[in-house]
Nanobody, 117 residues
Framework: VQLQASGGGLVQAGGSLRLSCAAS????????MGWYRQAPGKQRELVAR???????NYADSVKGRFTISRDNAKNMVYLQMSSLKPEDTAVYYC????????????WGQGTLVTVSS
């Protein structure tokens, strides 16, 4: 499956952005769709993801500020980001877990979010 992330940009601290991830085929059976990010000089880290069913898991640093959602009918995953902080600056990647018959997970190309102070 191909993933296309969009919606990044430059925003002032305290602002909001909505990231979108478009999948090239159905994500209905891929429970653990999620978003990760990688800041300059740092390792890629989990931001938010779905777990079992509609349950979600968030990094402590974004809890209460970010919301992950999905529209299976449109093969879309979203990340609503509010109260953005300069430390949220990173490239954000959409992630799709491999199904049992696939050999690897899938990553989008990333979208850059820059939060100015």
């Amino acid at each position: 499956v191909q993933l296309q992330a969009s919606g990044g940009g430059l925003v002032q601290a305290g602002g909001s952005l909505r990231l979108s991830c478009a999948a090239s085929r159905s994500i209905f059976s891929r429970n653990a769709m999620g978003w990760y990010r990688q800041a300059p000089g740092k390792q890629r880290e989990l931001v938010a993801r779905f777990t079992n069913g509609d349950s979600t898991n968030y990094a402590d640093s974004v809890k209460g500020r970010f919301t992950i959602s999905r529209d299976n009918a449109k093969n879309m995953v979203y990340l609503q980001m509010s109260s953005l902080k300069p430390e949220d600056t990173a490239v954000y990647y959409c992630h799709a877990p491999a199904m049992w018959y696939e050999t690897s997970d899938y990553w989008g190309q990333g979208t850059l979010v820059t939060v100015s102070s």
